[in-house]
Each structure stands twice: as structure tokens, then as C-alpha cells.
């Protein structure tokens, strides 16, 4: 049995005692254990059956903890830490030696973050080590917004979600690293490129389809409904296609005759892309739940938060 609650006081026996929590952030859940210990590390690659060479991301609280951690730390990445931490933003830095190898796959460099959200921060103010904590799904899967999600794919294998409502910005951190110096966008995310380039200026962008995720896990299929998704620029083309199927589909703000269509989600009807981007991943989860033949989704402007919304729904499309 899982226990779903906001009982900080139990999440923090549990990991001390080396067992792993879910825990939610402002992104995602993430599923978290002590970065030292080696039982909790294995076990939430064994729950999410993940591959090995998938490293973790590092949670703090502090700066401060980033001395115990990362051994460089290039200005640009102490001017976005101070611009946006806590938040949304993951850095790739030179790790310590202590850092285990497991965490970083074997890896030179340490994925790192301070989360922007309060049960996680009064969390990790309290123990006395940083959390690895990669999004609370099974490998490749929809990543979970709620506690109601991790449970539905957990249940049986996890001690405990701990309660923290609906995840506000509902996509995963935006992740930089540094090649020579240099500032990389490695995974778009819910800090969006814009944002980061008026804090440095212009960044390149290195988030291709990677077979091995020399750089993130950037598989070309991640994030993906058990449904057929189909990404598209025209939807009611593409469901004329589909004659006697049941189809859901996924617009970004408008609305559409929907006599031959099972459902229709709408992101965000003003047409805001960060209210899009916090519905995507329950919605995604909502059409996934239908039993639907398939599931035609909607391209977004690909601007902003936009970008990572596509990003997303292109690696759902199976
Ligand atoms: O928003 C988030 O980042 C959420 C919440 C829970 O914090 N976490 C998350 O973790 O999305 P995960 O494991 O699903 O994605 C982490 C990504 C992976 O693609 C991994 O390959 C990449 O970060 N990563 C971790 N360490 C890395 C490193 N040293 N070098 C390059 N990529 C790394
Ligand atoms: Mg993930």
C-alpha cells in the first residue's frame, strides 16, 4: 500500500532509511532517494525500470550545497542559478568525485537543481543529503503532474507519494550545459529559451533524438501515451484520414465540429502557452485513458514555452 500524503516528517524517515519517495516539484513529480545511497539509487532505477546510462538529477535546497557537488561552476551558470533558483532550470556542471558514479551514469559532469516548490524545500532543508530525483514515470512514459498519476503507475512498488497538488508548471526543468565554456540548451523545458537568453544571450540548442543520451535523455520516443499519437499541423485533415476509428484529439485553443471525434482536449483556450504547458501532461494522460484507436494532437506556436510543448508531443507520437 502507497501512502499518499503531506506527512514531511514520514517522507524523511522513509529516505532516511534508505527507501525512496515521490515528491512534487513545480515541473514534475519526481521519484527521490538519497544520492548516497546506493540501495535507494538502485531501487528507483528498478521501480522506473530505467537504463543505467540514464543519469539522475540532483535536487538541493541551497547554493550553497553546490560546493559539496560540482567542483566548477561557470558564470554564466551562477548568473542563471541566481536569476532563476529555485525554479525550473537544471545545470550540468563538472561533478565532485564523491558524487556516485551511479547517479551520473559514469559521467564527468552532475545534473543539479533547487525546485520551486514548498513541501519539497521545507523537505530538503531538513535531511541531511541532496535527493536524486528523476520524473516519477516508468521509462518512457507520460511524465505524472499529480499524485493521482504516480499512483495509478506505482502503487504497488513505492512506500509513499507525498502530497503536493498539481505540479504548476506541468513540463520538465529546462537543462544547461557548458561545452567549452560555452552555455548548451540540452533539453527544452518549463524556462523557456527566451528566458534564458535574457539572462546570457543567445544559446545553442543540442536536444536531438540521441540513440545514447550522451547529452540528456533525449530519446527520439520518451513521453509517450500507450495510444498511436499523430503530431500534425491541421487537425481536421488528418481525422478525415481515420474513418471508423475512435480518435481523441489535442488542439491548443480552438474549439471544433466534433461529430467524428471520441473527445476533444483543449490546452488552453486564451491561448496562453504556460497554462498550455501545465495541462499538457494530464490531458495527455486524460485521452491516454480512453481507449482511443488513436490520438490526433495539435503543433502549438513554436514560440516560448511552445517549443518545449512540441518537443514533448513529438517524442509522444509512436
Ligand atoms: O523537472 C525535472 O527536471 C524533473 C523533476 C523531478 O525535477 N526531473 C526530471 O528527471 O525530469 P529525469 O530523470 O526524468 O530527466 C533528467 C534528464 C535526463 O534526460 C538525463 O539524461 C539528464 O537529465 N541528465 C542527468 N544528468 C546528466 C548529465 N550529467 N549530463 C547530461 N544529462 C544529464
Ligand atoms: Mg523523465
Redesign the pocket.
Known amino acids: 500500500m502507497t501512502i499518499i500524503s503531506n506527512d514531511i516528517s514520514k517522507a524523511i524517515e522513509l529516505l532516511n532509511k534508505e527507501d525512496i519517495v515521490a515528491?512534487p516539484?513545480e515541473?514534475?513529480?519526481?521519484l527521490a532517494g538519497n544520492i548516497y545511497s546506493e540501495k535507494a539509487i538502485l531501487k528507483i532505477f528498478q521501480v522506473k525500470m530505467r537504463p543505467l546510462f540514464?543519469?539522475?538529477?540532483v535536487?538541493i535546497h541551497e547554493i550553497e550545497q553546490l560546493a559539496e557537488i560540482a567542483s566548477e561552476f561557470p558564470a554564466e551558470a551562477q548568473k542563471l542559478a541566481d536569476a532563476l533558483w529555485p525554479g525550473?532550470l537544471?545545470l550540468?556542471l563538472k561533478?565532485k568525485p564523491n558524487i556516485p558514479n551511479i547517479i551520473?551514469?559514469g559521467?564527468d559532469?552532475?545534473?543539479v537543481?533547487i525546485?520551486n516548490h514548498p513541501v519539497t524545500l521545507s523537505l530538503l532543508k531538513q535531511i541531511s543529503f541532496p535527493l536524486a530525483?528523476?520524473?516519477?514515470n516508468p521509462f518512457n512514459r507520460i511524465?505524472p503532474t499529480s499524485s493521482l498519476h504516480v499512483e495509478a503507475y506505482f502503487k504497488e512498488n513505492i512506500s509513499m507519494i507525498l502530497e503536493g497538488g498539481a505540479c504548476k508548471n506541468g513540463i520538465?526543468?529546462t537543462?544547461i550545459?557548458f561545452e567549452n565554456n560555452e552555455a548548451i540548451l540540452?533539453?527544452q523545458?518549463?524556462i523557456s529559451k527566451e528566458e534564458i537568453e535574457s539572462i546570457i544571450g543567445k544559446i545553442k540548442v543540442k536536444n536531438k533524438n540521441e540513440t545514447t543520451?550522451?547529452?540528456?535523455?533525449?530519446l527520439a520516443k520518451h513521453y509517450a501515451p500507450k495510444t498511436k499519437t499523430y503530431l500534425v499541423n491541421d487537425v481536421e485533415k488528418c481525422i478525415a484520414k481515420f474513418e471508423n476509428k475512435s480518435i481523441g484529439v489535442l488542439r491548443f485553443k480552438d474549439s471544433m465540429n466534433t461529430s467524428s471525434i471520441e473527445y476533444l482536449a483543449i490546452l488552453s483556450e486564451s491561448g496562453d502557452l504556460k497554462e498550455a504547458a501545465a495541462n499538457l501532461y494530464n490531458t495527455l494522460h486524460k485521452l491516454d485513458s480512453l481507449n482511443l484507436d488513436v490520438i490526433v494532437a495539435e503543433r502549438v506556436p513554436d514560440i516560448g514555452l511552445g517549443a518545449a510543448i512540441n518537443d514533448r508531443l513529438e517524442r509522444a507520437t509512436n
Open positions: 515528491i516539484t515541473t514534475v513529480y519526481g540514464n543519469p539522475l538529477i535536487h525550473s537544471t550540468i561533478k551520473t551514469a559521467k559532469t552532475v545534473a537543481r525546485p530525483a528523476p520524473s516519477a511524465s520538465e526543468s537543462i550545459g540540452y533539453r523545458g518549463a543520451p550522451n547529452a540528456p535523455g533525449m
